[in-house]
């Protein structure tokens, strides 16, 4: 009987860790779907884009493997954006700076005329120039814009100053003018996908008390990733 028992001990460990393998394949239909974002501030669905097919591809394997469950919103600034994606997040202990941590690969830039900052869209965190001067991105770190509304005289501006004269297009000005975003990041960072619903909860996370310390802009309450999730893509409605 003892050997019995713990035979049927081992075929029950051995089912659970079966069962808690999961497939990191990324499949059509997987492409076809949008991604649900629960956080404790409230849920978003994200759109990847098609255009950007690394980094859509690498979310996708991501979520499918639970990476971002549990994981901080562990960078957030106002006016700016939300970032999280850092798996040191995950038992991260009150105070602890954030923001180095994610898998050993990053992933080429793939910047698109299409894929612009304006508010939610979600990009791919990276290193500074000075020692990536590729742009490469984070294999797992990402962040969703928030930025502000801009003036016609602001956007001339930062054409002067910050954009080193390149012009932005009359496309992204009007999203710019209206919706707002981070126009200075625009072909810096790549973009690869966007919110479709639940702006407000950018707005949200946004709007914490974010700590001043050497944990500098990490929320003084955990924000937190519940769970990340494939759901079935809803047809747009016809006009």
Known sequence: MKKISLLLSALCIAAICFAQKKDSTVTKKDRQKDVLMQTTMGDMIIRLSDSTPLHRDNFLKLVKVGFYDSLLFHRVMKGFMVQGGDPDSKSAKAGMPLGVGGPSYTIPSEFRETMFHKKGVIAAARQPDNVNPQKASSGSQFYIAQGKTYTDAELDLMEKQRLQGKKIPESYRAAYKTAGGIPHLDRNYTVYGEVINGLEVIDKIANVEVSQGRDLN??????????????????????
């Not at 003084?220 to 999730?229: E, G, S, Y």
Request: charged share 60%.
């Open 218 to 239: 990490r929320p003084i309450a955990d924000v937190r990733i519940i769970k990340v999730k494939l759901i079935k893509r809803k047809k747009d409605k016809k006009k």
